[in-house]
């Protein structure tokens, strides 16, 4: 079956800039998407179709795509942004089938 | 503004049923597909179910095909889950989500819900 491999931790200072890749052998051909999840809350989309931003989510979150690999950027990591972070694809070589990577929880010191 | 409330969870023994709902208000229910997704205690996200936005096409992750059962109700903005032959490893707090409207597995969650307890225990 389709898997999305992620790093388990990043940590970062406040300020500083967090990435946070996501592999997966499908994704030159899916788009990727990243939601964040705090704790006791619902996940909420921070980024669709690979690197757009839903209204609503701050500028400093970016996404970009190279080959097998996704990455979600945050730029001036602040306090708030600490969390979960799932990246999550589909399989589309039968019928659709939804994935979501491991999961990073991001520090933030 | 898009709400999403599911209701429904609780404790059941092994073997035993559940159906959780989801109350949808916001946007308009009967044009958007609608997946149920579930988060284990201390886990990550799994993908379970997702029904179109007329009910015409649903599909199943491999954990819960056969047990599980995905329909809407486009009259009464409402999802559902029927769970059957339930397992401790179904125990998870579900969550509902609505589709984005992209075809087929170009979907993905743009709203989810709180989400409601499911414990799977004797």
């Known amino acids: 079956s389709y898997e999305l491999t992620q790093p388990p931790s990043v940590s970062v200072s406040p300020g500083q800039t967090a990435r946070i890749t996501c592999s997966g052998d499908?994704?030159?051909?899916?788009?990727a998407y990243w939601y964040q999840q705090k704790p006791g809350q619902a996940p909420v989309l921070v980024i669709y179709?690979?690197?757009e931003r839903p209204s609503g989510i701050p500028e400093r979150f970016s996404g970009s795509s190279s080959g097998t690999t996704v990455t979600l950027t945050i730029s001036g990591v602040q306090a708030e942004d600490e969390a979960d972070y799932y990246c999550?694809?589909?399989?589309?070589?039968?019928?659709?089938?939804?994935?979501f990577g491991g999961g990073t929880k991001l520090t933030v010191l | 503004q898009v709400q999403l409330v599911e209701s429904g969870g609780g404790v059941v023994q092994p073997g035993g049923s559940l159906r959780l709902s989801c109350a949808a208000s916001?946007?308009?229910?009967?044009?958007?597909?609608m997946h149920w997704v579930r988060q284990a205690p201390g886990k990550g996200l799994e993908w379970v179910a997702f029904?179109?936005?007329?009910?015409?096409?649903?599909y199943y992750a491999d954990s819960v095909k056969g047990r599980f059962t995905i329909s809407r109700d486009n009259s009464k903005n409402t999802l559902y889950l029927q769970m059957n032959s339930l397992r401790a490893e179904d125990t998870a707090v579900y969550y509902c989500?609505?589709?984005?409207?992209?075809?087929?597995?170009?979907?993905?969650?743009?709203?989810w819900g709180q989400g409601t307890l499911v414990t799977v225990s004797s």
């Open positions: 179709k690979d690197s």
């Open positions: 999550q694809s589909a399989d589309s070589s039968g019928t659709p089938y939804w994935v």
């Open positions: 029904i179109r936005y007329d009910g015409s096409n649903k």
């Open positions: 916001g946007f308009t229910f009967s044009s958007y597909g």
């Open positions: 989500a609505k589709g984005s409207g992209y075809p087929g597995s170009q979907d993905y969650f743009d709203y």
């Open positions: 499908a994704l030159p051909k899916q788009y």
